[in-house]
């Protein structure tokens, strides 16, 4: 049946240990009334992962997720976020949060809705330094996909995470950043197959930067109805002495509108 909880708290303040992993599964909706789960980690351990699953009809419809670690001088892994919705996935409002203020990695974050939309606020998966990548953003709906501003970036010598959002009716992003300060920017791939009867796509800045290479851009507006997309800068520099520019590639069937730095 129907999964409704309050406040989830499985999180570390202190010492060495990891934070509690939190699965739920639910046939049917899974609310937790805009209450947050909280599997971040303080300490000098690994954040938690989130596992959330709902099959039938069920939506998922939560707040705020944290799974980061936030200790500057933990080398720890942040946690991975993964929720599959029959239904619709609905943040109301509220961010996502599975970056790594250390030097661990950070959490891998997979948002899949299979018959309907998924809704978010700001998407937060960088990694601070270190090598260990930044994680990457995996969102997948059958109808619209919407989120604020999307941070995959890499302060340090490790790779920005990949950002792939596909196979939405309609698409609207905040700006993107999957850059990397030392060593390989992430890729970033869009893909809209309709439109929302006012745009097919529309997305804020992309950045894809690197110090030896830049990732890719590939957006796709896969619309027969025209509807126009536009899109902000796309920046996909490479900054090192040999280092290699991002590809960029952009194909609509309606209008677009575009600037690229």
Do not use: C
């Amino acid at each position: 049946g129907s999964v409704t909880s309050g406040k989830i708290d499985s999180n570390v303040t202190s010492g060495s240990a990891s934070s509690g992993n939190v699965t739920i599964s639910a046939y049917g909706n899974l609310t937790t009334n805009s209450n947050s789960i909280n599997s971040s980690n303080s300490g000098t351990g690994a954040g938690g992962t989130v596992n959330l699953t709902t099959s039938g009809t069920g939506s998922v419809q939560l707040g705020q997720i944290l799974t980061g670690v936030t200790n500057a001088t933990s080398n720890a892994a942040a946690g991975n976020i993964t929720i599959f919705s029959a239904g619709a996935i609905d943040m109301n409002g509220q961010a996502i949060n599975s970056s790594n203020s250390g030097s661990g990695a950070g959490g891998t974050l997979t948002l899949t809705s299979d018959t309907f939309s998924v809704a978010t606020a700001a998407i937060d998966t960088h990694a601070t330094s270190g090598y260990a990548p930044a994680g990457n953003v995996f969102i997948s709906a059958l109808q619209d996909i919407s989120t604020d501003d999307i941070n995959s970036a890499h302060g340090g010598t490790g790779t920005g995470g990949s950002v792939t959002l596909v196979r939405a009716a309609a698409m609207k992003t905040g700006n993107i950043d999957s850059s990397s300060s030392g060593f390989v920017g992430g890729s970033i791939i869009a893909a809209a197959v309709g439109d929302n009867g006012k745009y097919s796509l529309k997305m804020g800045n992309l950045n894809t930067s690197g110090l030896t290479a830049a990732g890719s851009v590939m957006l796709v507006a896969d619309d027969f109805g025209d509807m126009p997309s536009e899109i902000g800068n796309i920046t996909a520099q490479a900054s090192g002495s040999s280092g290699v520019g991002g590809a960029v590639g952009v194909a609509t069937l309606g209008k677009l509108t575009i600037a690229i730095s």
